[in-house]
């Protein structure tokens, strides 16, 4: 069955009012059905900035040293490879020195440019491991050896806001 458009007469007066109604109901149609985001735009009082994961741990009772000690090997020579392809902007390790029951006591941030950065698919991230560790048997293993060392806590992936004066 063909579908025909639909037709109307716009002689006289009549026919005016039902060309100004559809012009009206298009207009409010455009107007209330734009998303929220573009309408803001102009009243952001900020741009959008680089993108962080906030990666959270809690060392083992009496495995605070062993494991910073394995961030500071492990970790950055992967963090530094991923500088290096222009994936990671920075890395920063943090200790929360206060760590209420259950808290963190380790929380490390890795910022990338956008979020386009994690686009590259697993075989590249595949590499960069490969690289620092041998293997991707070799990181397996070590992954279940640094479960000696800390307990995961959660991981939080933000963008930064950078605001405008």
Same mark, same amino acid.
């Given at each position: 069955?063909?579908m ?6 716009v ?17 409010? #149609? ?59 902007? #920075?890395?920063?390790?943090l ?17 990338y ?13 595949? #590499? ?21 060392l ?9 963008r930064e ?5």
């Open positions: 069955m063909a025909h458009p639909v037709h109307f007469s002689d006289g007066e009549d026919g005016m009012q039902k060309v100004r109604f559809l012009v009206l109901v298009a207009v409010l #149609s455009v107007v209330c059905f734009l998303p929220a985001k573009v309408c803001q735009a102009a009243d952001r009082t900020w741009d959008e900035g680089t993108v962080w994961t906030i990666h959270f741990a809690k060392s083992k009772p009496g495995k605070f040293t062993d494991y910073i000690g394995d961030i500071n090997t492990v970790f950055k020579k992967y963090a530094e490879e991923l500088k290096k392809e222009g994936v990671l902007v #920075s890395y920063r390790v200790e929360n020195s206060f760590p209420r029951e259950a808290e963190a006591d380790v929380i490390v941030l890795m910022e440019p956008n979020m386009a950065a994690f686009d590259r698919g697993a075989a590249f991230f595949d #590499s960069i491991v490969e690289r620092v560790l041998g293997s991707l048997n070799a990181a397996d293993k070590a992954e279940i050896d640094r479960e000696q800390r307990t995961l806590k959660g991981t939080i992936l933000a806001l950078r605001l405008r004066n």
